[in-house]
């Protein structure tokens, strides 16, 4: 009877502790591929460009972070960076040409499964190998399309019919409605849109009723007062933008029905714009336009999908103890110094939207312009988590600053490094640091001769001006260079970039590839 006794009052108070402890967070990361901060309307961009009333709905009730930069400013070397929190010297996986992830070595989703997570992915994974790490995953073949497209899911090649956005929201959802509900959970939910060649679902085609979109100030820039990497880039409005981005292609896999549908919006307006037979500024405008259009009509698909989850979470009683974090793999260009893409240290490309809804840990409505960075992700996860970190993870956690205590340590500078060259837009390697005034950049002896630029953002938040050799600029200079070394030192960055790293089409140092041939001239 004693026994008994002792047994029930053991079970009792094991009970009552287990009913004490909380419940870890559930984690939701809902991530897109090039979506500009500019084209949320919570980042509040004087052009105004778009409405996003989901996304904004997380930075109401959380944290809107206005410096979240990127350590490498291109699709998979930021996904590498976000799943192990290392650079991309360290994870393996530099450039989107010639790098395959090595699915063996330690991630977060690993770490998470271990602590008691269920874990899964879907949609835009564009590593090479196959997810590990995940209970459940479905992902697109390399870049993915837009339409109808071709998945592989745990393996098995499968083909869905509908939007791609739609689609990877809906098997998202689809995934909650039958995960192990006695375990917390992560979901990677990650969008293709708004990547290039930025095709709109079928019912926003025409949603902004052919409204004319303002210019970005620097639209036309002549690049003068910068080094030759800037004037040699391959990535403008003016030259590098192809049919199929005008839309006088249709988008690939979009079926016979769907077909209809697209032809009757585009073929009347790209008919009155060959009619015109625009060159020069104005066919540039043209293609800001069209282009602003599309992007900015896949971006509201992505925000309805962000509603859908929202909703989701709410009906299902999920949403108090979920974690919900909106970002994308880099920033992007929308016009901005007459560009598309991304790739530069420069503010648009290296800046990402990161919107974070805590509830009970976030204060709702909080702007914050402390450096962050996607390489701090992993480690922010696991925290939430209570899960421990590995020693080699080269981030900080964010989880003491969305709980409003930054840390009086907290870095004031940011190393970034690009790879990928010449090809797709002839961006040269570059690596600088970043601090909430300046950047100091060391552009490498990789399609020309290596030199500096400085930028004041302060007083050039444009950045149109290289002030690398005004006198008023040493002690500053002196500084950054002392803060760039340092940050070299401490990530482990090799003193010599090695060749594998610039892709599949290695150059000689120093010299200039061969220019690409003009692309055909529309409309």
């Not at 090039?34 to 309307?41: C, E, K, N, V």
């Not at 990127?70 to 393996?92: E, F, M």
């Not at 800037?230 to 409005?237: E, H, P, W």
Request: hydrophobic residues 35%; proline residues 8%; glycine residues 6%.
């Amino acid at each position: 009877m004693k026994t008994l006794l002792s047994f029930l009052a053991a079970l009792s108070l094991s009970a009552v502790a287990s009913a004490a402890a909380p419940r870890p967070p559930n984690i939701v990361f809902i991530f897109s591929d090039d979506h500009a901060y500019q084209a949320i309307s919570a980042y509040g961009d004087s052009r105004k460009l778009l409405a996003t009333p989901h996304i904004d709905r997380l930075a109401q009730a959380g944290v809107r972070f206005d410096r979240c930069l990127v350590t490498n400013s291109i699709c998979g070397p930021a996904r590498a960076t976000i799943l192990t929190g290392k650079y991309s010297h360290l994870n393996g996986f530099p450039n989107n040409s010639n790098s395959r992830f090595d699915g063996e070595q330690v991630t977060f989703p690993k770490l998470l499964q271990k602590a008691g997570y269920q874990t899964a992915l879907v949609g835009k994974w564009h590593l090479g190998s196959d997810p590990t790490g995940f209970d459940f995953w479905q992902v697109l073949p390399g870049q993915g399309i837009y339409y109808n497209p071709p998945m592989i899911r745990m393996g098995e090649r499968i083909t869905e019919p509908g939007y791609t956005t739609d689609i990877i929201t809906d098997r998202s959802i689809e995934w909650l409605k039958r995960r192990d509900k006695t375990k917390p959970f992560t979901l990677m939910m990650q969008h293709k849109a708004p990547h290039r060649e930025w095709a709109p679902a079928l019912r926003h085609l025409g949603a902004d009723q052919d409204r004319v979109y303002p210019e970005p100030p620097t639209l036309f820039d002549d690049y003068a007062n910068r080094g030759p990497a800037v004037a040699g880039q391959d990535m403008t409005l003016e030259k590098t933008f192809t049919d199929r981005d005008a839309k006088f292609v249709p988008p690939a896999g979009i079926n016979e029905e769907q077909l209809k549908q697209w032809n009757a919006y585009y073929e009347p307006r790209n008919a009155k714009a060959k009619a015109a037979n625009l060159t020069g500024k104005d066919l540039v405008r043209w293609r800001y336009q069209r282009y602003m259009h599309d992007y900015l009509m896949t971006v509201r698909a992505v925000d309805e999908s962000v509603g859908r989850m929202l909703d989701y979470l709410d009906q299902e009683g999920l949403a108090e103890n979920t974690i919900v974090i909106y970002s994308s793999d880099q920033g992007f260009y929308l016009g901005e110094h007459g560009w598309f893409d991304k790739r530069w240290i420069f503010e648009e490309s290296v800046r990402t939207p990161l919107v974070v809804r805590w509830p009970g840990v976030t204060k709702p409505g909080t702007v914050n312009r402390d450096l962050v960075s996607n390489v701090d992700f992993a480690q922010t996860f696991l925290a939430a988590a209570g899960a421990p970190a590995p020693a080699d993870m080269q981030g900080h956690s964010l989880v003491p600053i969305l709980r409003g205590q930054k840390p009086a340590d907290w870095r004031t500078a940011f190393y970034y490094q690009y790879y990928e060259y010449p090809a797709p837009h002839r961006v040269r390697p570059h690596y600088g640091v970043v601090t909430d005034r300046y950047k100091l950049v060391h552009f490498e002896a990789v399609g020309g001769p290596a030199y500096w630029e400085l930028y004041d953002r302060e007083k050039d938040p444009q950045e149109l001006r290289n002030v690398i050799a005004e006198p008023g600029y040493t002690a500053a200079k002196a500084q950054l260079e002392k803060q760039l070394a340092q940050l070299r030192t401490e990530l482990k960055v090799p003193a010599e970039t090695p060749a594998h790293f610039y892709g599949n089409q290695p150059v000689t140092p120093g010299a200039e590839p061969a220019q690409k041939k003009n692309r055909k001239k529309q409309p």
